[in-house]
């Protein structure tokens, strides 16, 4: 049984900056993928984020140069450093686990952006 626990959204201005971060426990296998999806209201779940095992990334566009994901092989923890937030980076913020063809996710966690 794989677990993900997230931590780190609030409430922040426009310009300010957030750290989240997701621990994941359980069955994990070495090689897998981590990300940060956001869902906002009345929108899809979009990825914002992924770092594979070996430490390849890829952004969603409208956060290239603002966010940053990083992540702990030892201790299989994945954070995401927002910076420069906009209120359109309002959303829940998912922490999410590939490994092989499964997906697993976290609870969310919100981040709100203040104009």
């Known amino acids: 049984q794989v677990q993900l626990v997230e931590s780190g959204g609030g409430l922040v201005q426009a310009g300010g900056s957030l750290r989240l971060s997701c621990a994941a426990s359980?069955?994990?296998?070495?090689?897998?993928?981590m990300a940060w999806y956001r869902q906002a209201p009345g929108k899809q779940r979009e990825l914002v984020a992924r770092?594979?095992?070996?430490?390849?990334?890829n952004y969603a566009d409208s956060v290239k140069g603002r966010f940053t994901i990083s992540r702990d092989n030892a201790k299989n923890t994945v954070s995401l450093q927002m910076n420069s937030l906009k209120p359109e980076d309002t959303a829940v913020y998912y922490c999410?686990?590939?490994?092989?063809?499964?997906?697993?996710w976290g609870q969310g966690t919100q981040v709100t952006v203040s104009s």
């Open positions: 359980g069955s994990i296998a070495s090689f897998n993928a």
């Open positions: 999410n686990l590939r490994i092989f063809s499964a997906y697993y």
């Open positions: 770092i594979f095992s070996g430490g390849a990334t």
